[in-house]
């Protein structure tokens, strides 16, 4: 039987849903709006698109949203001096820059110059460190989207053979450090693989939940994957372009192969992709809660 499909784009309506049911309330009842503003550095095509649909989802969800799109030759005191006044700016419960940066920008030095408590992508190392003790105060967010959709679609995660392809700081590490702590949703066995990992095909077949976040289109084929393992897909890479100028993506996984093995596997497009973009609204309504003094 194939896999069952992890749609994120169907849980990550409903979490928006969820979402702008509280936003409606901070409104009315305490007279606030969450505020989120993402900062674009230059014209990178992708970049742009991400913006888009970060803009769209925070003004679908009642946000109070400022997308401040900047030159790609903007110098790096100009924005850390940006900001610093959105650090500053009450109405601004998040900050997000888009990445990459060009390249004489520091990207260190600029993630490190939001204040950790705007910081709704948990990007500054404060909440790196939080996460790793696991007193997070956000989630970054890739990560908590695949964990919501995990723990949302009902998938046991508790003693589980977990392997992730992949030791990025932004996907990699943090799913990994999130799925083994002590903690709802989380308590696995987690195995983590590179490129030096000898023999990885070894531990992804052993993988009762397999996460895929190496960047490389479809690398992940039938026969790495145990029979009924549940497949998160978190790639996207970009294949070509459809006659349309619309561009065309691929998982890190050989789908085809995979929907025929796995228990339950999540589509590219519309399985962590989604959920990303979802849960960054979810950091900032935190963030707008945390502001304004507002308790859960
Ligand atoms: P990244 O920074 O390029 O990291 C890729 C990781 O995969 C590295 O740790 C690398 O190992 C490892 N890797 C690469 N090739 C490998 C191989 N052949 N065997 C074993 N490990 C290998 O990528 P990333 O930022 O984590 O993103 C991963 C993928 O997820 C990309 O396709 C990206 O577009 C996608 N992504 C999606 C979302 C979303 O919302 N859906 C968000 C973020 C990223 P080394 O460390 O040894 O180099």
Not at 84 to 99: E, F, T, W
Not at 160 to 168: D, L
Not at 219 to 232: L, N, R, S, T
């Amino acid at each position: 039987m194939p896999a069952k499909l992890l749609k994120g784009a169907e849980v990550a309506k409903e979490i928006r849903e969820e979402l702008k049911a509280e936003v409606r309330q901070l409104q009315s009842k305490h007279s606030v709006v969450p505020g989120l503003v993402t900062i674009l550095v230059g014209e990178n095509p992708a970049s742009q698109s991400y913006v888009r649909a970060k803009q769209k989802t925070a003004h679908e969800l009642g946000f109070y949203s400022v997308q401040d799109n900047q030159p790609a030759d903007l110098d790096e005191e100009a924005l850390l001096g940006l900001i610093d006044k959105y650090n500053r700016d009450p109405k601004i419960d998040g900050i997000l820059v888009q990445l990459p940066l060009p390249k004489h920008v520091n990207e260190n030095r600029v993630l490190l110059s939001i204040d950790p408590g705007k910081d709704v992508d948990a990007f500054h190392p404060v909440n790196v460190g939080k996460l790793m003790i696991g007193e997070p105060d956000y989630l970054p967010c890739t990560p908590a989207g695949i964990q919501e959709l995990l723990v949302r679609s009902g998938t046991e995660i508790s003693g589980a053979e977990v392997v992730v392809v992949g030791r990025s700081n932004i996907v990699g590490k943090p799913i990994a450090v999130m799925l083994m702590q002590k903690s709802r949703g989380a308590n696995a066995t987690v195995t983590v693989c590179h490129t030096r990992t000898r023999d990885v095909k070894y531990h992804t077949r052993r993988a009762d939940i397999l996460i895929a976040a190496a960047g490389v289109t479809e690398y992940v084929k039938g026969d790495m994957i145990k029979p009924g393992a549940v497949v998160i897909d978190v790639g996207v890479n970009e294949v070509g372009k459809t006659p349309d100028g619309k561009r065309i993506l691929k998982g890190d996984v050989a789908f085809d192969e995979a929907v025929e093995i796995a228990s339950a596997i999540t589509p590219v497009p519309g399985g962590v992709g989604p959920m990303t973009i979802t849960m960054l609204m979810k950091n900032t309504v935190r963030a707008c809660k945390v502001h304004n003094k507002i308790k859960d």
